[in-house]
């Protein structure tokens, strides 16, 4: 006879959290990969308009690219947000949404750099460009909360275990990389090498583990909303 659980999780419906993880883990990745890092906080006016004059097209595509991850992003979320507890589930999209607006505020001052490369002035190039380095520093508080809404479920049995264990590396990591928001140069420096070396690719495992935990993992029979 044919195990119904194992149909259910062969089929479209059950694949789709894993098919969303992995097209906004590629499109994230992507996005990050088609412009190079800009200057740091400490270079100089002069350094920043030379890097948006020489890749102003390639922001703009970064900047699609970036924004176009949110849309598999957010369904993966909202099959995550259906297994979770009323309290949990709150704890976890409220995160997921500052995450959205702060990569799209980041995003949004970018692209106003790379507008005009041509009559961009310097000290203002500065100054914009000192506002979007903060970005990544605050986006780790709002990861830290999702990662603890998911370790909260683990222990509901709403997620296996070892998606609890790669949350709280996570959090523990992006705990650590909240000292940049307090930094003014060298590793510590706001969206700088602390905040691009090893967060960017513990995310994209953790949301890879999302969407095979989802599609795998079958949810408890009577969950606590």
Known sequence: ?????????????????????IAFAVLLLAGSSVVPMPPGVTDTGG???????????????QAWLTMASTVPGVVLFAFVADRLASV?????????????ALVAAGLLVRLGLARHP???D?????ALADVEAYWAPLLT????????????????????????WISLVLAAEQL????????????????????????PG???????GLGVACSTFPPPRAPDR
């Open 47 to 61: 350094a920043l308009v030379t890097y948006y004059r020489e890749h102003h097209d390639a922001i703009a595509l």
């Open 141 to 164: 508080f709002a990861i830290v909360t999702q990662s603890l809404a998911i370790i909260a479920a683990v222990k509901n049995a709403s997620f296996p275990r070892w998606l609890g």
């Open 122 to 126: 310097a000290g203002t190039a500065r």
């Open 88 to 100: 949990s589930r709150v704890v976890f999209v409220i995160p997921a949404a500052t995450t959205v």
């Open 1 to 21: 006879m044919p195990d119904g659980r194992q149909d259910a999780a062969s089929s479209p419906t059950a694949r789709a959290p894993l098919v969303a993880a």
């Open 202 to 208: 513990l995310y994209a495992i953790w949301i890879l």
């Open 118 to 120: 041509a009559t961009l």
């Open 176 to 199: 650590l990389e909240t000292a940049t928001v307090f930094g003014d140069h060298g590793f510590l420096a706001p969206g700088g090498d602390m905040n691009w070396l090893l967060g």
